[in-house]
T-cell receptor, first 116, second 111 residues
Framework: DAGVIQSPRHEVTEMGQEVTLRCKPISGHDYLFWYRQTMMRGLELLIYFNNNVPIDDSGMPEDRFSAKMPNASFSTLKIQPSEPRDSAVYFC??????????????FGDGTRLSIL | SQQGEEDPQALSIQEGENATMNCSYKTSINNLQWYRQNSGRGLVHLILIRSNEREKHSGRLRVTLDTSKKSSSLLITASRAADTASYFCATAKTSYDKVIFGPGTSLSVIP
């Protein structure tokens, strides 16, 4: 079984540029999560979807961040314009259960984003 | 806000030894999970333990939960170099709250 697939694995871009991160969840999983991991703040939940509908985006840091899930097999996280403080590893995860943790979350290998 | 916190922050042991790491949390919980993260990879779910459970096993892993002390421990027996990773506990206060991940314990197993 293919796990959660994220692309690109690495992204280096200049401040002010638009960045788009992509995720393909595990087929059949109803929930999709976007996380950000930094040394300072650890792993933070940015937004999650249930059946392609955004449910809670309270973790999205600013209006520069947006996420979409046009269908059950694809989601994007976009940063526009990007800033150096957005540099982090961004993870996508999918699950049969919601954010309360009653089902395991399956993580992709992340996108390491560097904004110069 | 951070709910669970792992201890120690870093642990270094010889291959074959047992590794124990702990997670303490501040309020009552609905469940607690342990995840592993190898360098450059995503998190991998290890074990979920619910608030009414005291102990669970999975292979060389043993997880205990003491709700009176608000703490959990993860024991890895007969450690291997491949166990080198960061280990995170994740807790949810209720069945309506989002899971929050702790800062993690970095485990190094020396061959």
């Amino acid at each position: 079984d293919a796990g959660v697939i994220q692309s690109p694995r690495h992204e280096v871009t200049e401040m002010g540029q638009e960045v788009t991160l992509r995720c393909k969840p595990i087929s059949g999983h109803d929930y999709l999560f976007w996380y950000r991991q930094t040394m300072m703040r650890g792993l933070e939940l940015l937004i999650y979807f249930n059946n392609n509908v955004p449910i809670d985006d309270s973790g999205m840091p600013e209006d520069r961040f947006s996420a979409k899930m046009p269908n059950a097999s694809f989601s994007t996280l976009k940063i526009q314009p990007s800033e150096p403080r957005d540099s982090a590893v961004y993870f996508c995860a999918s699950s049969l259960g919601g954010p309360e943790g009653n089902q395991p979350q399956h993580f992709g290998d992340g996108t390491r984003l560097s904004i110069l | 806000s951070q709910q669970g916190e792992e201890d120690p922050q870093a642990l270094s042991i010889q291959e074959g030894e047992n590794a124990t790491m702990n997670c303490s949390y501040k309020t009552s919980i609905n469940n607690l999970q342990w995840y592993r993260q190898n360098s450059g990879r995503g998190l991998v779910h290890l074990i979920l333990i619910r608030s009414n459970e005291r102990e669970k096993h999975s292979g060389r892993l043993r997880v205990t939960l003491d709700t009176s002390k608000k703490s959990s421990s993860l024991l890895i027996t007969a450690s291997r170099a491949a166990d080198t990773a960061s280990y995170f506990c994740a807790t949810a206060k209720t069945s309506y709250d989002k899971v929050i991940f702790g800062p993690g314990t970095s485990l190094s197993v020396i061959p």
